[in-house]
């Protein structure tokens, strides 16, 4: 991985997983994390396995993205973070909180998109408010998902008075947006982008080569990445075979399979979509 980043090095958009347990190997990564300059967008999706006190992994790589994006991401203006912000949330431990400090000294940050549950305070983004270059800060609230009580007209007023709170407390700078706002609350729906989209091409796989043997290889490849709990040698790649598992352990079917769709486990805001391509075996 760390070859792969130093020959990329304009690579502009980051979608990071730490949704990792310790048998899994990052030191590649986090050799070649620091050696990106050129970094504008990051997507970080943090689970609970981050936190678990045996998973080095997924810990030693949450201390290297928070040293990148204090130190070495210096043009990194939007971040997009899939845990819930607030404080007393299972996934704030030290880890995440390591990341929100380094967040709130990110020094090109103009945007940033964070989640809340139902018992979220404004004065929790005091801090990132501090931060001189930041412009908005885009809320998803999931008020309606998680809380327990189901009485409709309950979880309406939290969310009215959530927004309210909010939004006089600091303006225009936060924008407030959640799929499942009842449209009685007088609040406009705002589309949550499903990718982000690079802006600096620094890598084709595969360039020069036909299109139709890009798609038949890259289908290949996407095929038998559905089968992730085994090794496959060179003999068994070869055109005419399939993966070992009828059952992909990633819980891919064969649509997703034929279309190439990549959804990343924990948040479905961030989904990488790869062009449509035949399943060629």
Known sequence: MCNI???????????????????????????GLPLLENVKRVAIIAGISCNIPTNKAA??????????????????????CSWKWEHGDSGNTEHTCALKTALCSAPALKTIHVRIGPNTSHAIFLPLLEVQSLRKIYITSYVFNHHRDRRPGHKIDLEAAMIA??????????????????????VKKLAVPSVITPTVVSFVPLQ?????????????????????????????????????????????GKQQCACGSLWFHGDSIYVLRLHAMPAVC
């Open 165 to 186: 709170e909010c939004t006089q407390a600091f303006g225009k700078r936060v924008v407030m947006q959640s799929d499942k706002v009842e449209t009685s609350l007088g």
């Open 5 to 31: 980043m130093k020959a990329c090095p304009a690579i502009s958009d980051l979608t990071l997983s730490l949704n990792i347990w310790s048998p899994d190997t990052v030191s590649g990564l986090m050799k």
């Open 59 to 80: 810990q030693s790589l949450a201390g290297v993205m928070a040293a990148c994006i204090k130190d070495s991401w210096k043009s990194m203006h939007t971040c997009r």
């Open 208 to 252: 020069g080569l036909p299109e139709d043997v890009q798609d038949a290889i890259w289908s290949r490849v996407m095929l038998f990445a559905t089968d992730a709990n085994h090794f496959y040698t060179d003999e068994e790649l070869m055109p005419g075979t399939r993966p070992r598992s009828v059952s992909p352990s990633s819980g891919w």
